[in-house]
Each structure stands twice: as structure tokens, then as C-alpha cells.
T-cell receptor, first 111, second 118 residues
Framework: NAGVTQTPKFQVLKTGQSMTLQCAQD?????MSWYRQDPGMGLRLIHY???????DQGEVPNGYNVSRSTTEDFPLRLLSAAPSQTSVYFC??????????FGEGSRLTVL | AQKVTQAQTEISVVEKEDVTLDCVYE???????LFWYKQPPSGELVFLIR??????QNEISGRYSWNFQKSTSSFNFTITASQVVDSAVYFC???????????????FGKGTKLTVNP
């Protein structure tokens, strides 16, 4: 049972570089979302999706893009990385009325 | 706007003590969901409980119990006879009720770091 799979687990970028954090789930969940976790801040919602082709912004969307072309995948794109985007990123998925299943996290450092 | 406050940043107890983690929330919605998640030192997020706003019954699961009080907008979490393995960061979270009733948008508190010493 893979659940929610995030790649890469670790990444170091230079300011201005772009990259994509991959997220895939094999539970046929409709809902997927991306959170970032910063020390002392808890988790904050970046973007979410309620189904293929439907995405919306969360609390901290600036600097990030998402798309949802399939039910399984929900990639998060950093367009031009900034040091403020240094964080741990969690992808999550859920069914309606269900718990949120999280991936193991991706630790991103922007120099 | 929705908000979750976990006033206790860090708590340290000795094994076998009972400990209560506080959670106070703010929302204008009449229908909402409350959650607790555990994040052990390994970093993953583990679901503990989900409660909807219409169900104020307290819940007990083994050594864990939850006290939901709408009158004080609180959803407190108690660990009875704590163990070293309970050491983790615990997050309380709030979700508005979407038309599909999902938990796709959570607002998290900043977390309480619990250390249980042997």
C-alpha cells in the first residue's frame, strides 16, 4: 500500500531556479492538497484540488503553481525559488468525510 | 476567518503522568470539523481523530481522550498514563464544511511539542 508518495524527499535549489515537487496517491481520493511546514508556524495550505481539472488557492499560494490532470497526481511547481520557500512540504489526499492522508514530506532548501 | 490556537508551545512530563493539550478554535461556520494529528520525531503526520461540530460527545480511544466543548470553542486532547512513545508534536486543526464535506482545507494550530521523560 503506497498511499501518498512524494518525490524528491530532499532538494537544494539556488535562488531563481524552478522545480516541481511530485505527489501521487493510489487510493482514488478526490481531494488533494499541498501544505508547507515552517518552524513554529504549524502547517499552512498552499493549494488544493477537489478533483481532476479543479484547483484552488489556499492560505499561502504565492510563488507556487499546481495542476490536476489526473486523479492520482498533484504536482507543485515553484516558478522562481526564493529563500522564503525553504520549508518542508507535505502533500495530502482524502475522500469526502474522511481523514487526510499525508505523504512523508519533502525538505526543500533554497540558497 | 478560521483560526486555531494551541497556547502550549512545549510541555514536558514524566512517564505515567496524565497530560492535556489545549486547542481553542475560531470559526463563523455552524458546520465544521476538528482534527488532531501527531507528528513524531520521524516527521510523518499521523491522523488521530476527526470530529464534526454536531457531535459534542467526548471520545476515548485507549489512553487518548478528547473533550469537545462548543460553548468554549475548545477541543482538548488528554493522554492518560503517558509513555515515552507519546513524545511528538501534536497539531489541532479545523476545517470548514465544504459542499462535499471533505477535509481538503485544514487550518492548523502551531502545534504543541510534548516530551515524555522516562
Amino acid at each position: 500500500n503506497a498511499g501518498v508518495t512524494q518525490t524528491p524527499k530532499f532538494q537544494v535549489l539556488k535562488t531563481g531556479q524552478s522545480m516541481t515537487l511530485q505527489c501521487a496517491q493510489d487510493m482514488n481520493h478526490e481531494y488533494m492538497s499541498w501544505y508547507r511546514q515552517d518552524p513554529g508556524m504549524g502547517l499552512r495550505l498552499i493549494h488544493y484540488s477537489v478533483g481532476a481539472g479543479i484547483t484552488d488557492q489556499g492560505e499561502v499560494p504565492n510563488g507556487y503553481n499546481v495542476s490536476r490532470s489526473t486523479t492520482e497526481d498533484f504536482p507543485l511547481r515553484l516558478l522562481s525559488a526564493a529563500p522564503s520557500q525553504t520549508s518542508v512540504y507535505f502533500c495530502a489526499s482524502s475522500r469526502d468525510l474522511g481523514e487526510l492522508f499525508f505523504g512523508e514530506g519533502s525538505r526543500l532548501t533554497v540558497l | 476567518a478560521q483560526k486555531v490556537t494551541q497556547a502550549q508551545t512545549e510541555i514536558s512530563v514524566v512517564e505515567k503522568e496524565d497530560v492535556t493539550l489545549d486547542c481553542v478554535y475560531e470559526t463563523r461556520d455552524t458546520t465544521y470539523y476538528l482534527f488532531w494529528y501527531k507528528q513524531p520525531p520521524s516527521g510523518e503526520l499521523v491522523f488521530l481523530i476527526r470530529r464534526n461540530s454536531f457531535d459534542e460527545q467526548n471520545e476515548i480511544s485507549g489512553r487518548y481522550s478528547w473533550n469537545f466543548q462548543k460553548s468554549t470553542s475548545s477541543f482538548n486532547f488528554t493522554i492518560t498514563a503517558s509513555q515515552v512513545v507519546d513524545s511528538a508534536v501534536y497539531f489541532c486543526a479545523l476545517s470548514e464544511a465544504s459542499y462535499q464535506g471533505g477535509s481538503e482545507k485544514l487550518v492548523f494550530g502551531k502545534g504543541t511539542k510534548l516530551t515524555v521523560n522516562p
